[in-house]
């Protein structure tokens, strides 16, 4: 199946973000702009799911656990990087109101990213190493195709596997273990 690669322009700046066609996700790595499309439905469906089994109880509900900002595509400046999660989420406790700009310059403390045929490579890779550098505490890694969830946890910049879940899993993982839910509810059909 030829499956389309995302655009890499190097030598870019906030400028190209900015000027980026709109049906594009646009990050800045090192100095290179990285252009992929928009979520395709099944990616956009397991990103939505998630959004709601955690945001839920973690954000929305006063009667759950709490505690937390939960969502979805935030732009985050990380030192001279950008990067658009799929979900990211920070806890009150250390960030008690959202910030009037458009973009989060406090890293957050759990990032989730859907991996999709043009933003696997990039997300494995350098999106993860940034995360790990950048203090994100945790970090989800959910792929609708091989119906997978791997959960990870920053050990001082070094990713460690905390939990490895496929199909019709329950999902009760850090930093979201107080809830459960069924890992099929992210999965389109």
Not at 30 to 51: D, M, N, T
Request: aromatic content about 8%; glycine content about 8%; some cysteine.
């Amino acid at each position: 199946m030829n499956r389309p690669n995302p655009e890499i322009r190097p030598g870019a700046t906030y400028a190209d973000i900015l000027a980026a066609p709109p049906n594009k996700v646009a990050e800045l790595v090192a100095g290179r702009l990285h252009l992929q499309p928009r979520p395709a439905p099944r990616h956009a469906r397991a990103s939505s799911a998630l959004g709601s089994k955690i945001g839920g109880p973690f954000d929305y509900d006063d009667a759950r656990p709490g505690g937390w900002w939960i969502l979805d595509e935030p732009e985050l400046h990380l030192g001279r990087d950008v990067l658009v999660p799929d979900l990211a989420g920070w806890r009150r406790d250390r960030m008690a109101r959202l910030p009037e700009a458009a973009a989060f310059d406090l890293a957050p403390d759990w990032v989730c990213e859907v991996l999709s045929p043009t933003t696997r490579r990039f997300d494995l890779t350098e999106k993860r190493a940034l995360y790990g550098r950048a203090g994100v505490g945790h970090l989800w890694l959910i792929d609708p195709e091989a119906r997978t969830l791997e959960a990870f946890e920053n050990a001082d910049g070094t990713w460690v596997l905390r939990a490895a879940l496929s199909e019709d899993d329950a999902v009760q993982v850090a930093p979201f273990e107080a809830v459960s839910f069924a890992l099929s509810a992210l999965w389109a059909g």
